[in-house]
């Protein structure tokens, strides 16, 4: 089980006036500098509030968007690196939500590293909270930069880990940054997310069920493998089952297939039945010629889809059969909605899902994956399960088994 410490184990008296970095994920959705959803700002309360508690002086590092990809020129730095500044990409919206939320203070810094951050981190006094400006706007952190990750906790004495989201990132403030401090442990937030998920895939309460839909099948490969040797069941929904109805031979028009990927669909559909995971698949399907709200759409069995016509959702004979797969479940997995549940007419399956999993008290039930969320979001039925990861990225990977490098750099218990 979690075997990496996390604050909880350090002794509180050992935290009073420490100088603790705290890597977050505040990579929040905004529009025109307005955060449209603050859960994951919401989700570190817990490790802030605790380090408040034992009277440390709490320096917080995120990264929000690309700003790689929008920067066209990134200036050299007294300190030597390149940095670039993007003001629809600043924390600072962040900082004042955060102190909304605290109810107090939160100061901010329009800089990561060098003489003005440390300057900002000597002042601090025990209790207090300091942002750090977003720190992909320097070049050396996406790039894991030695002098970079260095100067980032220069001073520091602890480094906490909250930020499971972005623990898949090899990156200088989520990785190599926590090599050069003594204490690296992980936050409440990590260690939750970490305890749903090792409960889930290591001993799993059985039946054990994984729901996978959302696009593509590509996405999710390394996921449908990892899980064929854990799960008792596995649903396909979404656009990726339309590749494996394929892969059966049946004619699926126009609905997303991706045919480089049919000869792989049917070596996970062969494994899982030697592995005896019981696979299902889509019986019916709701499909329309166009992604529109004002499309004609045509409900039909998986085995007469139109030729001129995609499958955009589940039909109710499928979401019936995922739910008397689902009653008896021990351990719920889900990644990925069950149709394109953006547009209203293509709900349904998502929605009925969502529903079964409020019917079944018994499992344990975890939703991951930013669309998934997203849909449970919009739908109003957050309720239904039990822990809703704010990973995306790193929730299919720690769901593939592999090793989140955000994870194992922490110090062991
Ligand atoms: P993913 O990020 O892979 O979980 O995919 C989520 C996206 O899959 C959402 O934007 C959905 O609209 C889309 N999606 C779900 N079902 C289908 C479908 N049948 N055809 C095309 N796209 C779909």
Redesign the pocket.
Same mark, same amino acid.
């Given at each position: 089980m979690f075997n990496k410490k996390s604050i909880r184990d350090l002794n509180p008296e050992s935290i009073k006036g420490k100088k603790v970095f705290v890597r977050v994920d505040y990579n929040v959705p905004m529009e025109n500098g307005v955060i449209i959803n603050d859960k994951r700002i919401q989700e570190t309360l817990p490790t802030i509030k605790y380090l408040q508690d034992c009277g440390a002086k709490i320096i917080l590092c995120s990264h929000l968007g690309r700003p790689q990809k929008k920067c066209k020129e990134f200036k050299k730095t007294s300190l030597g690196f390149y940095r670039c500044y993007i003001e629809s990409l600043s924390l600072a919206p962040v900082a004042r939500r955060l102190a909304h939320l605290l109810k107090e203070e939160v100061k901010f810094v329009d800089d990561t590293v060098g003489p003005k951050v440390e300057n900002a981190i000597d002042t601090l006094k025990d209790g207090e909270v300091l942002l750090l400006e977003n720190v992909r706007f320097y070049k050396e952190e996406t790039e894991c930069n030695e002098k970079f990750a260095k100067a980032l906790v220069k001073n520091i004495d602890i480094y906490v880990n909250d930020a499971f989201a972005t623990s898949h990132r090899k990156h200088a403030s989520t990785y190599l940054a926590a090599k050069f401090v003594d204490i690296a442990v992980a936050g409440h937030l990590l260690e939750k997310e970490i305890k749903y998920l090792e409960k889930a895939l290591k001993k799993p309460a059985r039946p054990m069920v994984l729901i996978i $839909? +959302? *696009? =593509?099948v590509s +996405? =999710?490969l390394e996921v449908l493998e990892n899980i064929l040797n854990i799960a008792d069941k596995i649903l396909i +929904? $979404? !656009? #990726? *089952?339309?590749t494996f109805l394929k892969a059966l031979g049946y004619n699926v028009g126009k &609905?997303?297939v991706e045919e480089e990927l049919i000869d792989t669909a049917k070596k996970i559909l062969k494994e899982a039945e030697e592995k005896n995971v019981k696979v299902y698949l889509p019986v019916d399907s709701l499909n329309a010629s166009e992604?529109s709200n004002s499309a004609q759409t045509k409900l039909t069995t998986y085995k007469e889809i139109p030729d001129n016509m #995609? $499958?955009? %959702?589940i039909g109710p004979a499928t979401a019936e059969l995922f739910k008397v797969a689902l009653l008896d479940a021990g351990t719920i997995l889900w990644? +990925?909605? #069950? !149709?394109?549940?953006?547009?209203d007419k293509?709900r349904q399956g998502t929605l009925k899902i969502a529903q079964t999993l409020a019917q079944i008290p018994q499992a344990l039930k975890i939703v991951g $994956? !930013? %669309? &998934?969320v997203a849909a449970l979001e919009l739908l109003n039925m957050e309720n239904a399960v039990d822990h809703i990861s704010t990973g !995306?990225g790193a929730f299919l990977e720690f769901l593939a088994g592999k090793e989140l490098p955000g994870i194992s750099v922490l110090n062991d218990k």
């Open positions: $839909g +959302g *696009a =593509k +996405g =999710k +929904g $979404g !656009g #990726m *089952a339309y &609905s997303l992604f #995609m $499958g955009l %959702d990644n +990925g909605p #069950m !149709g394109v549940f953006e547009l293509f $994956g !930013g %669309d &998934s !995306g």
